[in-house]
């Protein structure tokens, strides 16, 4: 309900500029960037006359080209990160699609186009209604049936429950199919166990439509402090007897923002998310080409924002995401770099679907 109180203020239908601004079209280059060849032609043209003059050279020329291109190649390649024991795919281009997969907690952040991985999971936490992160919703659970999965458990922000399950009836109309899946409001605060040893919890970001993140903790129990010099038998009697021996420990493990400004930086509820031992968040805008004010105006987070507050950031390591469509591997590989330097947590990029300026 605080998450509806607080974004009601604002107009309940999107604003005229769209929220994601469209990319240009392929053939035509944004304002003031360089040529896309730029690096590519650099290893003919200089120094032309020690090239042309020399094999050699012209042989180690070809060789960093071709070590480029390697890299490229492996990049465009690459399917995901060995991050803190979890294994994380998915594909994120702003604007387009964006679902993050965590297969060893069966997850799916945001569902996106529904990328074929993501059927497998059983879980999918929602975190706004825009269709980049949330289209792909109905061909998850119909493909989950047509694989014979079992149902699967969707969270939402409460606020959408409702026009989900409208949503669903209609195409449950329109294709006489089932649609079976459960679907759980999930407000700020709020705690649900997935299993036995695993909950999530939501937690406040700030979107130009009603958004919330999540935290996936681990939990385990610790005996209690006071009891810790006893011996095994004595635990035993005790606990038999019904007194309550352990404590629960919450350790955050994963923490997902979706679109967010970067406002979730300096809320103190968001401490979990910034200590998890993995943060993904979103960087759409990656340099001087769009300002801080123009991502915090579409409700995004600009790179340079995470730097400037990077001192918040405990996690031992950041997948960024949601990038704009403009950028490519490279322009993307380079501004991460910049905040690799400011924070002790590993920074890795999801640029699955980006090109590289080699690739074309
Ligand atoms: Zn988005
Ligand atoms: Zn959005």
Redesign the pocket.
Known sequence: MQLSMTISTTSPFPSLSP??PPPPPPTIERPNSKPRQTLRVSHHVGPPQALKGSGFLSAIGRAIEEEEYRKARAEVSRKGFDLEGYSIEGISIGGHETCVIVPELKTAFDIGRCPSRAVQQNFVFIT?A?L??IGGLPMYVATRALYNLKPPTIFVPPCIKEDVEKLFDIHRTMSQAELKFDLVALDIGETYEMRNNLVVRPFKTC?VIPSQGYVIYSVRKKLRKQYMHLKGKQIEKLKKSGVEITDTILSPEVAFTG?TTSDFLLDPRSADALRAKILITEATFLDEGYSIEHAREH?HTHLFELIEHAQWIRNKAILLTHFSSRYNIEDIRQAVSKLQLKVSAKVVALTEGFKSMHSS
């Open positions: 929220h994601h706004h825009h980049d992160h979107h679109d409700g």
